[in-house]
C-alpha cells in the first residue's frame, strides 16, 4: 500500500469495507476551524508500512475451494487481484457449484488472477477439495516444466500452502502479513488471520475468529466476546490450538507430513483438528492478527444449503466437534469423555428447551444420535490420530492450549448468574436502565423505579434481609435434628427414596383413588433439595415470609408505583402466612399458595396483557397453568376459583380469541397434568375443599364468623386477638380507603370482588363437615387459605388504591390533610411492623416444634420394621382422652393421612381399632382383644399418661404380656407374637415374611391373610398360580391350596406409568412457561451468521 | 362499571354506590354465615363399642371335708340394655366343663345350685357388657355356718384385700383361680400392723392354667391383728377370693367372701355398710411409703358425718390399721368415704348382732363408682331379707333409678332416688321369687352401694352385702379419638 495514501481511502480497502467510511468524514476538517484534524485518532499508524520485510523469498502456492458461490465469490476474486503480495501460485477448486461460481472462476483466470482452475466433486469438504486441487496441480505442471509449483518446491521449509475460502475477502496485505510473521518468527509453522464479519452499517466490524480451541464438551473456544468489536485489542499473535482453515497459512512440508485435513471433518472444526495434531508432532501454530480476511462464514449461515452442512450446520458443528474431543481422547479415558459428550449434549438440549428454542436442542439431539448411531467415524478417526508419537512435551503444550474441564460450568454458572443479577437488579429496583429483556419484551413496568446507587443498600434489599434475619430468628427454636411436626403436619419422610415409593405405591382399600399429587411434588421438591425432604418442609413452613416477599414484590413492582406503598403491601402480604397460624400449625398448603399466588397473578396478567404475536405470547397461559398445577395440588378449590375468573376473564376477552386460546391452556394444564387424581375427588367431592393430609384436622369447631373477618381460624399458634385484630383491621381500613379512592379502577373492583369471593367462601366452608378419602373421614375444612385470598386480594386492591395518594397531596394546598395522611401512614406501617415483632418473638414457637421421634422404645421401633412388620397402637391418655394412632413400619409420615395411614381405605379396620381402645383402656378384659388386635396386624401397644388404674385395666386384658417401659410409656407385647401376614391353617397362624416368600405344605386348604386392607387389585400367587380372593373381614385373604410353594403378593399401582407422562406433561409446560432465551446468536447463530454474511450485501 | 360510565355517574356518587355495594356484600356474607349455623359430624362419639367374650369366676371351694354340704349356688343375669343384639352366657368349670347355666336372652336370669368348685362364666356378645352373676352359700350348721355372697369377678393381675385374718381365730384362705390357657404366676405382699410383713414362700406363687389354689394365711403367716394383702399376677392373670371364717372360743363366729377392694387411690368408698348392731371395723391400708393421714366421712342419710371415734387414721407406711365405726354408724346403714394424703384403699368388717342367734360376718370392700349402670344379681331371695343402700360420694346432687326384675324379664318394681351431695339412702326390697336390681345413674356421678342381705330368723344372724358392680365397663373408658402425634 502506499504511504501516502489518504485516510478515508485506506479504511476503504479494510476488508470488508462497505465506502461508507467516507461518507461520515468532514468534507474539509479545515471547516470547523480546528487546528488539527480531529479524526487524527482513527488515523491508521503507518510506521510498519515503511519496514516491509522481504517475503520475496517465499513461495506460496493458494488454494481456493469454491463450491455454490456466485453471491461473495466475487469481492474474493477482487480482493486476491489486490493483494500486495501474490502468492506464487493461486489456484482454485470448484466443487461441482450450480450456478456462476464456475464462470466467474474462469474468468479470473482469464484475467490472470488465478493461475489454474481445476474441477472438484460435490461431495467433496475442504480438506479433499485441497488434497484434490495440490494433485490436478502437481499433473499439470508436470506437463509445463517451465512453470515453478508446488510440486517442485514442496519438501522446502520456505515453501507455504494458503487456504482460501471462498466467502473470505482477504485484506491486501493478508498474505504479506502472515509471510513477514512467519519470516519474522521462523519457528511457527502454521498461522491464520484475523477473521473478521462484514462491517455492521454505522458500526464496527466485529472479529469472528483469531485462532480457535476446543473444550472437552466440544464447544468451539474462540476467547471473544460476542460481537467484539475490532479495536486493535486481539493484535497480539498467541499461540493457539489451532486456526480457521480460512486463510491458513501452513508450511508445505507439515501439511504434506500431517496429510492435510482428517476426511471425518469435511466442513468444521477441520482446523482446530489440524492444529492439534500440528501440535502433538511438534510444530507451532501462532496466529497472525495483523493478517486480516473478513469472512461471511455462509457455511454457518446455512446458504450453502447443497453442500456438505446441509440446512442444519448446527449439528453438524456439533458432532464434528464431539468426534474432534472423541478422536483425541486418550484411550483409557474414551468412556468417560464419551459419557460426557453424551451428558453435555442432553445438558444442552434440555437446556434449550427450556430457553425455548427447540431447533438448537434438535440439532443437540441429532448430532448426539449420529454420534452414537455411527461409531465408525470415531474409530477413523482414532485409528488415524492412535499413529501420532506425541513429540516430547506436546501433550502439556495442548492441554494448555485447551479450556480447562470446568469450562462448561463456567459458562453456565457465568449464564446462570447472570440472569440472577439481571433478575435482582430488577427486584431491587434498577430500572431505570432498561434491561434488553425489558426493551425487548412487551410487558413494561408501570412503575418508575428511583435507581439507588448501592443495589445492596435498596429499601427491597433491606426488606428482604431483614426478612430473612427474621425467619431465622422466629425460628430459632426449630433448628436442629429431628423433624417438623405440628397439628397439620406429619413428619416428613426419612429420604426422598421413601416419599417416592409412597408415592407411586396404590393405596389399598380404595380401588378408585391415588395418591394426592401434591405429595409428588413434595417428592419433586425434595429431590431438588438434595433429596431432603426435611429441607423442603423446614424451607417452606420457616422460610415462608421471605419467599412470600420475594414472589410478591415483582408483582407489586407492575401494579404499584409507590415505593412506599408497594413495601407496605409486600410485607404485609408476607405475614399473612404467620398470621393465619400457617406456621405453626403446619399448613403446608399456605405456604404454597402463599408463594404462588402472586406468581399466578403475575403470569395471568402476563396472558392478558401480552400481545398475542410475541414470541412470549403464550406464555402467560402456560406459566398460569404450571402454577395452578401446584396451587390445585396443595388446595384443590383453587381450581374454582381459576375456572369462576377463566370464564369471566373469556367472556370479557372475547374480542381476543387467541387470549381465550391463553386461558384455555392455563385452565387445561392441571386438569390435564392431575387428571388421575380427578377421579379421586369427583368421587369424593369433599376432598376439593381441603389440603394436605387434612384428616389430622378432625372435625374442629367452627369458628365464628367475626373472627374470620379478623383472620382467625380456629387452631393453635395464631395471634393475640387485639394482635391479629388490629393488623387485620389495618387491612380492612386501607381496602376501603383505597376503594373510596378508586372507586371506578377496575384493577381495585376485581380485587375486592376476590376479596368478597374467598370471603364467602371461607364463611361457608367453616360451617361444613366434608368427607375426604380415602376412608371417608369427616373433617372440617380449614378455611385460612381463602382467608389469605381475602386479605392478600384486600391488600392489593388498597395498595392500588392508595397507589399515588401522597403524589395528590403534595400537590394540594397545605391543610391538616397533609399531616394527618402522615401520619397515617405512619400508623399503618407501625401496625404491620408491630405484626412482624409479634411474629419474631413469639411466631414459630408452637405448636409447630422439632420432635426426634423417640416416644417409642428403639427395640420396639426395630421389632415393627422387622419381616413380620408387626404394627403398634399406641394411646395417649395424658389429657384424660385416649387419643391413639397405629404405627407402621416407619412412624406415621407426610402423606399418610391422604392415604388413610395404615389401614388405606378399610372404614371397618378403623373403627375397629376405635372400639379395642375403649376396651382396652375400660378394662373390659375380653378375651377378643387379642384376637382382633392380632388380625389387624397390631403386635404392640404402648400407653402413655395412664395412671396406675388405666394401666392395671390393661394389664388385666388376656393376651397382653408383661408390661415393660420407660417415663415415656409402657409397652405390652402380645402373646403369642404378632406378625402381619400369616397363614390361617385351623386355628393355627403361621407368620409369612415378605413377598416372595415359601410356604411349607399343609394338610388342608389354608388361608393366607396378607394384613393390608382388602382390594380388588391385589394378586397373589403360589408358585406362579393364581390365588383366589376370599371375603373376610377387613384384609385381604386368598385361599391357600395345602402344597407349599413360594408365595408371591403385590396390589398394582398404576401410577409408576402415570407419573413419569403427567411429569412430561408438566415438564413441556414448564418450558413453555419459561423464559426464553432472548440472545439472538444463541436462539439461532445461523440466522445471526446468515445476517452478518448479508449485511454488506444489503450495505 | 359500564353501567356507572353510562350513567356518568359523579366520583362521589361512584363511592357511595361502591362502597355501599361492599358493605351490603359483607353484610350479606356475615348474615349468612350466622344463619347457617356449624354443621357436626354424622358419626357419634358415644358409640358403643362391641365389647367380645368376657369372663367371670364365681369362685368357691369344696366345704371342710366331714362337714354338711351348704346350699352354694350361682345366680346370673343379663339386663335388658340392647334388645336388638345377641348373645349368648354360659356358665362351666374352670376345666372348661360345661354347666348348666346358660342365658340366651337379655332381661332374664338363670340359677345352678349345688356348686362345688369354681365357675366360670363366659358371656358373648351382648351379655359381654349386660350380665352379672353370684355366688352364694348359705350354710344352717358346721363350722361355716352363716351367709357368705360375693359377686364373679373378673381375672385381673392385681388384686387388694384390706383386713385378712390370719390367725386361728380368723382365719382365710385365698383362693387363686386361673382361667386361661397359660399358667399364672402371682406375687404377695402382706402389710401388717406394723409395716411389711415377709413371707418366705409367698412370691412366685404359680397357679397352672384353668386351675384354682387356695393359699391357707393362717399357716402361711403370722401376725397379729388384721392384714392386708396385694396379690400382683407377674405372669398371666388370676381371679382371687378371699374365703373368711372367724370362730369365738371354736365355736363358729362368721363366714363370708371378701372380694378384693379398689385399687389404692387418694379417694376411696366402701359402701353398702349395713344397718344394725355388731362391729363394724374399718381396716385402712397403706401400701404406700409414706404415712397416710386419712379422713374417715360416713355417707349418712342427711348428709357427711365424721364418726365419733374415728374421725381420722394414721397409717404407717405399708401398713393396715383398724379402727372401730360402732360408734359412729349407731347403727345406721352407709358408706364410708376415705379421703388420704396418699393413695390408701379399705374395707369395712361388720358383723351381725341378734339377740340368741349366732354371728355372722360380713365384709364390704372399696369399689370403684358405677358407670352409667349396677346390677346385682341378687336382689332378693326366699332365703334373707334385702335392702338396697345407695350412697352418692359426690359433690352434686344425682337422681337415680333402680328396678327389680324377675328372673323372668318381668319388672317388678321402679323407684327413682334423689341422693344430696355425699349422702345414702336405703330401700327395701321385697318379692316373692328371686329377682336381681338394675340401678341406672347418670354419666360421670359418683354412686356407690350394694344389697344387704339378713337372715333375721335363722339360728345364725346370716348377714351379706353384695355390691353393685357395672357390666358395661366399656362404658368407662374415657372419650377416644385419633391423634396422630399419638407414640411420636
Same mark, same amino acid.
Given at each position: ?7 478515508? *481511502? ?40 515503511? @519496514? @516491509? ?39 482454485? &477448486? ?136 475490532? =479495536? ?18 501452513? @508450511? ?71 468426534? +474432534? ?183 389399598? *382399600? ?75 400449625? *403446619? ?66 376477552? $372475547? ?71 388490629? &393488623? ?16 371506578? @379502577? ?105 420432635? $426426634? ?208 407422562? =403427567? ?7 414448564? +418450558? ?28 | ?18 362502597? %355501599?355495594?361492599?358493605?351490603?356484600? /359483607? ?7 350466622? /344463619? ?110 352363716? /351367709? ?164 381420722? /387414721? ?19 346403714? %352407709? ?22 342367734? %349366732? ?130
Amino acid at each position: 500500500m502506499d504511504s501516502d495514501t489518504a485516510l478515508a *481511502g485506506a479504511y476503504d480497502d479494510r476488508p470488508g469495507g462497505s465506502g461508507a467510511w467516507p461518507e461520515l468524514m468532514p468534507a474539509d476538517v479545515d471547516d470547523f476551524g480546528l487546528e488539527e484534524n480531529p479524526w487524527a485518532w482513527a488515523d491508521f499508524p503507518e510506521e510498519d508500512q515503511t @519496514r @516491509r520485510i522481504d517475503v520475496a523469498g517465499a513461495h506460496v502456492t493458494a488454494v481456493l475451494v469454491t463450491f455454490d458461490a456466485a453471491r461473495w465469490l466475487p469481492a474474493t476474486l477482487a480482493a486476491l487481484a489486490k493483494l500486495d503480495t501474490r502468492p506464487t501460485r493461486l489456484i482454485a &477448486i470448484d466443487n461441482a457449484s450450480t450456478d456462476a461460481t464456475r464462470t466467474l472462476l474462469d474468468l479470473a483466470h482469464d484475467e490472470g488472477v488465478l493461475d489454474a482452475v481445476y474441477d472438484g466433486r460435490r461431495g467433496f469438504g475442504f480438506g479433499a477439495a485441497v488434497k484434490a486441487a495440490l494433485e490436478f496441480d502437481a499433473a499439470n505442471l508436470q506437463d509445463d516444466a517451465d512453470t515453478i509449483g508446488f510440486r517442485a518446491i514442496s519438501n522446502h521449509d520456505s515453501h507455504w500452502l494458503w487456504l482460501l475460502h471462498d466467502d473470505a475477502v482477504p485484506a491486501p496485505d493478508a498474505l504479506y502479513e502472515l509471510l513477514a510473521h512467519v519470516a519474522v518468527d521462523q519457528s511457527i509453522d502454521l498461522t491464520g488471520p484475523k477473521l473478521l464479519l462484514p462491517r455492521r452499517r454505522h458500526g464496527g466490524q466485529p472479529i469472528s475468529e483469531v485462532g480457535v480451541s476446543i473444550s472437552g464438551t466440544g464447544r468451539r473456544e474462540l476467547d471473544l466476546d460476542v460481537d467484539e468489536i475490532d =479495536q486493535g485489542q486481539r493484535d497480539e499473535p498467541q499461540e493457539r490450538l489451532g486456526v480457521s482453515t480460512c486463510g491458513m497459512l501452513v @508450511r508445505a512440508s507439515v501439511w504434506k507430513e500431517l496429510g492435510g485435513f482428517d476426511p471425518t471433518l469435511p466442513v468444521f472444526r477441520d482446523g482446530v483438528e489440524f492444529g492439534w495434531r500440528a501440535h502433538l508432532n511438534g510444530y507451532r501454530v501462532v496466529t497472525t492478527p495483523s493478517a486480516q480476511l473478513t469472512h461471511r462464514q455462509v457455511g454457518r449461515a446455512g446458504l450453502r444449503p447443497r453442500g456438505l452442512t446441509g440446512r442444519r450446520p448446527g449439528t453438524v458443528d456439533r458432532l464434528l466437534g464431539m468426534l +474432534v474431543v472423541a478422536g483425541h481422547a486418550p484411550r483409557k479415558r474414551l468412556p468417560l469423555v464419551w459419557l460426557r459428550l453424551v451428558w453435555s449434549c442432553l445438558v444442552r438440549a434440555v437446556g434449550y428447551l427450556v430457553g425455548k428454542v427447540p431447533g438448537r436442542a434438535l440439532d443437540e439431539m441429532l448430532a448426539l444420535g449420529s454420534f452414537v448411531a455411527h461409531p465408525h467415524r470415531l474409530r477413523d478417526l482414532r485409528s488415524r490420530t492412535a499413529s501420532i508419537d506425541p513429540a516430547p512435551r506436546a501433550n502439556q503444550v495442548v492441554e494448555a492450549l485447551r479450556p480447562p474441564w470446568w469450562s462448561g460450568l463456567e459458562a453456565g454458572v457465568d449464564a446462570l448468574t447472570g440472569a440472577a443479577s439481571e433478575r435482582y437488579r430488577s427486584l431491587a429496583g434498577d430500572s431505570d436502565v432498561a434491561s434488553i429483556d425489558e426493551l425487548t419484551g412487551d410487558e413494561f413496568s408501570s412503575a418508575t423505579e428511583e435507581r439507588s446507587k448501592n443495589l445492596w443498600l435498596s429499601p427491597t434489599a433491606l426488606l428482604m434481609a431483614v426478612a430473612v434475619v427474621a425467619s431465622l430468628i422466629a425460628a430459632r427454636s426449630l433448628f436442629g435434628a429431628g423433624s417438623l411436626v405440628a397439628p397439620a403436619l406429619l413428619p416428613a419422610h426419612d429420604s426422598v427414596i421413601s416419599m417416592w415409593r409412597t408415592v407411586v405405591s396404590a393405596i389399598p *382399600g380404595a380401588p378408585a383413588q391415588v395418591t394426592p399429587p401434591w405429595e409428588t411434588l413434595i417428592a419433586l421438591g425434595s429431590t431438588a433439595m438434595l433429596g431432603q425432604p426435611e429441607w423442603l418442609i423446614t424451607l417452606l413452613l420457616c422460610g415462608v415470609v421471605p419467599l412470600t416477599l420475594l414472589a410478591a414484590y415483582p408483582l407489586a413492582r407492575r401494579v404499584i408505583n409507590d415505593r412506599r406503598v408497594r413495601l407496605w403491601v409486600c410485607g404485609t402480604y408476607a405475614l399473612l402466612p404467620v398470621l393465619l397460624g400457617g406456621t405453626n400449625q *403446619g399448613r403446608l398448603a399456605l405456604s404454597v399458595v402463599a408463594i404462588c399466588l402472586p406468581l399466578l397473578v403475575m403470569a395471568a396478567r402476563g396472558l392478558v396483557l401480552r400481545r398475542t404475536r410475541t414470541a412470549e405470547a403464550w406464555r402467560g397461559g402456560w406459566g398460569a397453568g404450571v402454577v395452578l398445577v401446584a396451587l390445585v395440588a396443595f388446595e384443590p378449590s383453587m381450581i374454582i376459583f381459576a375456572l369462576l375468573a377463566g370464564i369471566l376473564g373469556a367472556i370479557v376477552l $372475547r374480542s381476543s380469541p387467541r387470549k381465550i386460546g391463553r386461558i384455555g391452556i392455563a385452565l387445561g394444564v392441571p386438569l390435564v397434568v392431575l387428571l388421575p387424581w380427578w377421579p379421586t375427588v369427583i368421587s369424593t367431592p369433599g376432598r376439593l375443599f381441603v389440603g394436605p393430609d387434612s384428616v389430622l384436622g378432625g372435625v374442629s369447631p367452627a369458628a365464628p364468623v367475626w373472627q374470620l373477618l379478623l383472620g382467625r381460624e380456629v387452631g393453635p399458634g395464631l395471634p393475640p386477638l387485639w394482635v391479629g385484630g388490629v &393488623i387485620f383491621g389495618i387491612i380492612w381500613i386501607a381496602a376501603l380507603v383505597g376503594l373510596a379512592r378508586r372507586p371506578a @379502577r377496575r384493577a381495585v373492583l376485581a380485587a375486592w370482588a376476590a376479596a368478597l369471593v374467598a370471603l364467602g367462601m371461607a364463611v361457608l366452608l367453616s360451617r361444613l363437615v366434608v368427607s375426604v378419602p380415602p376412608a371417608g373421614t369427616e373433617v372440617r375444612p380449614w378455611v385460612g387459605t381463602y382467608l389469605l385470598l381475602a386479605f392478600a386480594a384486600l391488600i392489593i386492591g388498597g395498595g392500588m388504591g392508595l397507589d399515588g395518594f401522597s403524589g395528590d397531596m403534595t400537590v394540594r394546598s397545605f391543610s391538616w390533610l397533609q399531616p394527618a395522611t402522615v401520619f397515617a401512614g405512619i400508623a399503618v406501617c407501625l401496625v404491620s411492623v408491630g405484626g412482624a415483632v409479634w411474629w419474631v418473638l413469639a411466631g414459630a414457637q408452637g405448636p409447630i416444634e422439632r420432635a $426426634r421421634l423417640d416416644a417409642i422404645p428403639p427395640y420396639v421401633m426395630n421389632a415393627i420394621k422387622t419381616d413380620a412388620r408387626p404394627r403398634l397402637l399406641a394411646i395417649d391418655l395424658s389429657d384424660g382422652t385416649a387419643r391413639y394412632s397405629v404405627l407402621a413400619d416407619d412412624q406415621l409420615r407426610l402423606g399418610d393421612a391422604d392415604r388413610g395411614f395404615t389401614f388405606g381405605g378399610s372404614v371397618a379396620a378403623r373403627e375397629q381399632v376405635d372400639d379395642l381402645v375403649i376396651r382396652l383402656v375400660a378394662g373390659t378384659a375380653d378375651s377378643d382383644i387379642n384376637p382382633q388386635l392380632t388380625s389387624l396386624g397390631i403386635g404392640y401397644v404402648w400407653v402413655t399418661g395412664a395412671n396406675e388404674d388405666i394401666k392395671a385395666r390393661i394389664d388385666n386384658t388376656p393376651g397382653l404380656g408383661a408390661a415393660s417401659g420407660n417415663e415415656r410409656g409402657i409397652v405390652w407385647k402380645l402373646e403369642p407374637a404378632v406378625a402381619r401376614t400369616v397363614l390361617v391353617e385351623g386355628s393355627e397362624l403361621l407368620p409369612i415374611g415378605p413377598p416372595p416368600t415359601p410356604v411349607p405344605p399343609g394338610a388342608q386348604e389354608r388361608q393366607l391373610q396378607i394384613g393390608e386392607s382388602a382390594d380388588v387389585r391385589w394378586r397373589a400367587q403360589l408358585d406362579g398360580q393364581t390365588l383366589v380372593p376370599v371375603a373376610d373381614g377387613w384384609q385381604q385373604v386368598f385361599a391357600l391350596p395345602a402344597p407349599g410353594g413360594t408365595v408371591t403378593y403385590e396390589l398394582p399401582s398404576f401410577m409408576p406409568w402415570l407419573l413419569p407422562i =403427567q411429569g412430561l406433561v408438566l415438564l413441556v409446560a414448564g +418450558v413453555l412457561a419459561a423464559p426464553a432465551i432472548r440472545r439472538p446468536e444463541v436462539r439461532d447463530p445461523a440466522k445471526t451468521a446468515r445476517r452478518a454474511a448479508t449485511l454488506s450485501e444489503l450495505a | 362499571m359500564i353501567d356507572l360510565q353510562r350513567r356518568r355517574l359523579t366520583l362521589p356518587g361512584r363511592r357511595a354506590t361502591t362502597l %355501599g355495594a361492599v358493605v351490603l356484600v /359483607l353484610l350479606l356474607i356475615i348474615g349468612v354465615g350466622t /344463619l347457617l349455623g356449624e354443621e357436626g359430624p354424622t358419626s357419634h362419639a358415644s358409640r358403643v363399642p362391641l365389647v367380645g367374650r368376657t369372663t367371670t369366676i364365681c369362685t368357691t371351694s369344696a366345704p371342710p371335708s366331714g362337714e354338711p354340704a351348704g346350699k352354694t349356688e350361682v345366680a346370673a343375669v343379663s339386663i335388658a340394655e340392647a334388645p336388638d343384639r345377641t348373645g349368648l352366657l354360659s356358665g362351666s368349670t374352670l376345666k372348661s366343663k360345661p354347666a348348666k347355666l346358660k342365658i340366651t336372652q337379655p332381661g332374664k336370669g338363670a340359677q345352678q345350685s349345688g356348686v362345688t368348685s369354681p365357675v366360670v362364666i363366659s358371656a358373648d356378645g351382648v351379655m359381654a357388657s349386660t350380665s352379672s352373676a353370684v355366688i352364694v352359700g348359705d350354710v344352717m350348721e358346721g363350722p361355716e355356718v352363716g /351367709l357368705k355372697i360375693a359377686p364373679c369377678l373378673a381375672p385381673a393381675t392385681s388384686h387388694w384385700f384390706s383386713g385378712l385374718g390370719a390367725t386361728d381365730a380368723d382365719r382365710t384362705d385365698l383362693i387363686l383361680s386361673n382361667p386361661d390357657d397359660a399358667q399364672a404366676q402371682v406375687d404377695l405382699r402382706f402389710y401388717g400392723r406394723s409395716g411389711r410383713i415377709v413371707v418366705p414362700g409367698s412370691p412366685g406363687v404359680l397357679i397352672r392354667a384353668h386351675e384354682s389354689r387356695t393359699v391357707s394365711l393362717s399357716s402361711l403367716v403370722k401376725a397379729e391383728g388384721t392384714i392386708s394383702v396385694a396379690v400382683q399376677a407377674s405372669q398371666g392373670r388370676v381371679t382371687a377370693v378371699a374365703k373368711r371364717s372367724q370362730t369365738n372360743q371354736l365355736k363358729a363366729a362368721g363366714v363370708d367372701w371378701q372380694i378384693p377392694s379398689a385399687a389404692p387411690s387418694p379417694v376411696v368408698v366402701i359402701p353398702g355398710v349395713p344397718p344394725g348392731g355388731g362391729s363394724r371395723q374399718l381396716v385402712v391400708t397403706n401400701p404406700g411409703a409414706a404415712r397416710a393421714n386419712v379422713a374417715v366421712q360416713v355417707l349418712g342419710f342427711q348428709g357427711p358425718y365424721e364418726p365419733s371415734g374415728a374421725v381420722s /387414721l394414721d397409717v404407717p407406711p405399708e401398713s393396715t390399721a383398724t379402727v372401730s365405726l360402732k360408734e359412729g354408724l349407731v347403727g345406721q346403714a %352407709g358408706s364410708i368415704k376415705l379421703a388420704s394424703n396418699v393413695p390408701v384403699t379399705g374395707a369395712v368388717i361388720s358383723t351381725s348382732q341378734r339377740g340368741g342367734a %349366732g354371728v355372722d360376718m360380713a365384709v364390704q370392700s372399696a369399689t370403684v363408682p358405677l358407670i352409667r349402670t349396677g346390677v346385682s344379681a341378687i336382689a332378693t331371695s326366699n332365703i334373707a331379707d334385702s335392702e338396697l343402700i345407695v350412697s352418692n360420694s359426690g359433690d352434686g346432687d344425682v337422681q337415680l333409678t333402680f328396678e327389680v326384675f324377675s328372673y323372668d324379664g318381668v319388672k317388678l318394681r321402679t323407684d327413682d332416688i334423689v341422693l344430696g351431695p355425699n349422702s345414702t339412702a336405703t330401700r327395701r326390697l321385697n318379692s316373692p321369687a328371686p329377682s336381681y336390681l338394675v340401678v341406672k345413674v347418670p354419666d360421670g356421678s359418683s354412686v356407690i352401694g350394694g344389697v344387704v342381705l339378713t337372715q333375721p330368723e335363722r339360728n345364725v344372724a346370716g348377714l351379706a352385702t353384695i355390691p353393685l358392680v357395672s357390666p358395661d365397663l366399656a362404658s368407662r373408658a374415657p372419650a377416644t379419638r385419633p391423634d396422630y402425634a399419638a407414640g411420636r
